[in-house]
Nanobody, 127 residues
Framework: QVQLVESGGGLVQAGGSLRLSCAAR????????MGWFRQGPGKKREFVAG????????YNSEFVKGRFTISRDNARSTVALQMGDLKSEDTAVYYC????????????????????WGQGTQVTVSS
């Protein structure tokens, strides 16, 4: 079973930037679809962004709106989420997740599709 470890969260002012990182340990994840989810206070966990092994990515169109970029480094077994122009509504615990797939070109947005999860990293945006 893969272990996913997130880092990079913290407190930032509105309009600022943060880069979240996720390191996968325990097995190779080069064939997995990787995703970032978040759960704000009193809210359900929601999809933020996902990326295929070959690098194609999608984003939650409701709130990302060009502010975030997901990337991965298969050689280092890491996936990152660069976040900019942060808003108070981005305050949440951000989770990295892995969906074990082979040969798919579809990125799942449902958390139920993901097999492995990190412990989460808190992002707090002050207004």
């Amino acid at each position: 079973q893969v272990q996913l470890v997130e880092s990079g969260g913290g407190l930032v002012q509105a309009g600022g930037s943060l880069r979240l990182s996720c390191a996968a340990r325990g097995r190779t994840f080069t064939s997995d679809t990787m995703g970032w989810f978040r759960q704000g206070p009193g809210k359900k966990r929601e999809f933020v962004a996902g990326i295929l092994p070959v690098g194609h990515s999608i984003y939650n169109s409701e709130f990302v709106k060009g502010r975030f970029t997901i990337s991965r480094d298969n050689a280092r077994s890491t996936v990152a989420l660069q976040m900019g122009d942060l808003k108070s509504e981005d305050t949440a615990v951000y989770y990295c997740a892995a969906h074990r797939t082979t040969g798919t070109n579809m990125i799942e947005t449902s958390e139920n599709s993901y097999d492995d999860w990190g412990q989460g990293t808190q992002v707090t945006v002050s207004s």
